[in-house]
């Protein structure tokens, strides 16, 4: 091999190297988005700065929805960055469902909690969904349950 050909060599390899580092920084910013938390995951820490999601089934066609409800969480420790839906399917078929994607943000160092309300059609009625009474009362009552409360614990460092 003479020397021109290896510094051809070096320079190629050189060359993929470089490329290679760039891929891999490329595909890491993926992996700097949000951390995504299941529904069973109530207990999250998080770095000031950091994104986070809470991720929950919703269907509106069944009229299902999850609303964040007082106490809201500190704002100097979480704030509430994005709300987003995504199609269980790719979106073309009427009542597939969902999820609803809750983005927040780590705000500052300190705890908080952040309280997410489930509402249904059965529960939708009642005060805490933004029903009352009805306009005109039904001549059978229909009962009301009390919608699901889901209370996330947050914790910055």
Do not use: K
């Not at 489930?118 to 009362?137: I, K, V």
Request: charged share 15%.
């Amino acid at each position: 091999m003479t020397a021109r050909s290896s510094g051809r060599t070096r320079a190629v390899a050189a060359a993929l190297c470089t490329v290679t580092l760039v891929a891999g920084c490329a595909s890491g910013s993926d992996a700097d988005g949000p951390t995504s938390h299941p529904t069973q995951d109530l207990s999250i820490t998080a770095e000031v700065g950091e994104r986070f999601t809470l991720s929950v089934p919703e269907n509106a066609s069944t009229r299902e929805h999850w609303f964040v409800v007082a106490p809201q969480p500190d704002a100097s420790v979480v704030r509430a960055a994005d709300r987003s839906y995504e199609p269980a399917d790719d979106g073309r078929s009427v009542g597939g469902g969902g999820t609803l994607v809750l983005t927040f943000e780590a705000t500052g160092r300190g705890s908080t909690r952040i309280v997410l309300l489930h509402c249904t059609f059965p529960t939708a009625q009642t005060a805490a969904c933004g029903g009352g009474a009805s306009p005109s009362p039904s001549p059978t009552p229909t009962p009301t349950t009390e919608p699901e409360r889901v209370t996330y614990g947050v914790t910055v460092r």
